[in-house]
Structures are given as structure tokens and as C-alpha cells.
């Protein structure tokens, strides 16, 4: 890859001398495999704390009346930002946003936890089927 078409302040943030940095993280197991974690730009800094999206996301969507979750970063002047989530139920069933984020209590640290749970009939979804967290990052919400 030579850079990114028509974006060079973006191209030379991503290069370190040949290398090129995906901004994708990564853990390694005992027996040395890969395995990717998420982007980069996806964490949320709630606090001091790292918030890895994708375990929050796993926890919501263990819920049994849950269909599909996401949770983003929310700005916040006290905590740097927040955990939000946007939750799509199940067909037929309703939730609250108490009860999902009671559902996270004893299962993750605290500060993990959605302080913002909105509850969506779908989120949005680019053509190959990815959630557009950007799109809900930048949507104003009505019920925040």
C-alpha cells in the first residue's frame, strides 16, 4: 500500500518508516497464534481504564432477550468518556436499559458497565454487514 487516496496528513500518521500500522489490535496465546481483538481507535478511555468494546458486546448479547449490541464512547467531563450501548432485542421481546445494564453488574468491572443503554429496532449496518459505529457516534440522540 502506497497511502490513502487523497488523504495524506492520514497517510503519514499510518506509516512508521516502511511500516505500515493497521491500528488493529491483536492478543497472542500460550502457543504463540494471533487472534484479532479490535481497532485501535475503538477503545474507550473511561477513567484511566481500558475498555475493549468487543467484551462489553459480548456480555450484553449473552442476555437471552438480547438480539445484537454495540457500545461506543461516550465524552464525558468527568470520566474522559463512558460506555454506551445500543442494544436491538430480540423479536417480540422488550428490555429496558436497567436491565441491561443490571445484567452487566457481577459479570464485568464497574467501569465497564453502559452508563447510557439506548434501545434500537436495528442498527446500521454498511454493505458487508459491519456495524457503522461512526454512524452512531455521530447521531444525536433525542433520549441521551
Same mark, same amino acid.
Request: hydrophobic share 35%; charged share 35%; glycine share 10%.
Given at each position: 500500500?502506497?497511502?490513502?487516496?487523497?488523504?495524506?496528513?492520514?497517510?503519514?500518521?499510518?506509516?512508521?518508516?516502511?511500516?505500515?500500522?493497521? @491500528?488493529?489490535?491483536? /492478543? $497472542?496465546?500460550?502457543?504463540?497464534?494471533?487472534?484479532? !481483538?479490535?481497532?485501535? +481507535?475503538?477503545?474507550?478511555? =473511561?477513567?484511566?481504564?481500558?475498555?475493549?468494546?468487543?467484551?462489553?458486546?459480548?456480555?450484553?448479547?449473552?442476555?437471552?432477550?438480547?438480539?445484537?449490541?454495540?457500545?461506543? @464512547?461516550?465524552?464525558? /467531563? $468527568?470520566?474522559?468518556?463512558?460506555?454506551?450501548?445500543? !442494544?436491538?432485542?430480540? +423479536?417480540?421481546?422488550?428490555? =429496558?436499559?436497567?436491565?441491561?445494564?443490571?445484567?452487566?453488574?457481577?459479570?464485568?468491572?464497574?467501569?465497564?458497565?453502559?452508563?447510557?443503554?439506548?434501545?434500537?429496532?436495528?442498527?446500521?449496518?454498511?454493505?458487508?454487514?459491519?456495524?457503522?459505529?461512526?454512524?452512531?457516534?455521530?447521531?444525536?440522540?433525542?433520549?441521551?
Amino acid at each position: 500500500m502506497k497511502g490513502y487516496h487523497g488523504d495524506e496528513a492520514r497517510t503519514q500518521n499510518s506509516f512508521d518508516g516502511t511500516w505500515f500500522r493497521t @491500528g488493529d489490535l491483536f /492478543r $497472542v496465546d500460550e502457543e504463540g497464534s494471533y487472534y484479532y !481483538v479490535e481497532r485501535k +481507535s475503538e477503545v474507550i478511555f =473511561s477513567g484511566g481504564e481500558k475498555v475493549f468494546p468487543v467484551e462489553v458486546e459480548g456480555i450484553i448479547r449473552e442476555h437471552p432477550q438480547v438480539e445484537n449490541a454495540v457500545v461506543v @464512547g461516550e465524552d464525558d /467531563r $468527568v470520566w474522559g468518556q463512558i460506555v454506551k450501548a445500543f !442494544v436491538v432485542p430480540v +423479536s417480540g421481546a422488550t428490555i =429496558s436499559p436497567d436491565e441491561i445494564i443490571e445484567w452487566c453488574t457481577g459479570k464485568i468491572a464497574s467501569y465497564k458497565k453502559p452508563r447510557i443503554v439506548l434501545i434500537r429496532d436495528e442498527l446500521p449496518v454498511a454493505e458487508d454487514g459491519k456495524i457503522l459505529r461512526a454512524a452512531l457516534k455521530e447521531a444525536q440522540e433525542d433520549d441521551d
